[in-house]
Nanobody
Framework: QVQLVESGGGLVQAGGSLRLSCAAS????????MGWFRQAPGKEREFVAA????????YYADSVKGRFTISRDNAKNTVYLQMNSLKPEDAAVYYC???????????????????WGQGTQVTVSS
């Protein structure tokens, strides 16, 4: 079992930056591919970014590519999402997730993830 706790959300002006953190506890964090998803009111949860167990490989949704960076520190059992040049359409609850699936690839579908955090709110004012 893995427990995930997100932090770092808040209110930011358009064009600003935030860094989200996801602290993991429980089983061996470093073996899990991780991802970030987000859900805006009235919309389905959508994929944002994914990172391999080692941190070497990453994958992004087109909507955030070039603006967001996912990274991880396995020594600290933490995955990060650096968000720059934020837009009002980035406003959502952001969730981190971990998967038990094969660690040699990345995952971008929400059903492929087994463990979820409670989410952290990101609000972007225009």
């Amino acid at each position: 079992q893995v427990q995930l706790v997100e932090s770092g959300g808040g209110l930011v002006q358009a064009g600003g930056s935030l860094r989200l953190s996801c602290a993991a506890s429980g089983r061996t964090f470093s073996s899990y591919p991780m991802g970030w998803f987000r859900q805006a009111p009235g919309k389905e949860r959508e994929f944002v970014a994914a990172i391999s167990w080692s941190g070497v490989n990453t994958y992004y949704a087109d909507s955030v590519k070039g603006r967001f960076t996912i990274s991880r520190d396995n020594a600290k059992n933490t995955v990060y999402l650096q968000m720059n040049s934020l837009k009002p359409e980035d406003a959502a609850v952001y969730y981190c997730a971990a998967t038990d699936r094969f660690s040699g690839r990345l995952y971008y579908r929400s059903y492929e993830y087994h463990y979820w955090g409670q989410g952290t709110q990101v609000t972007v004012s225009s």
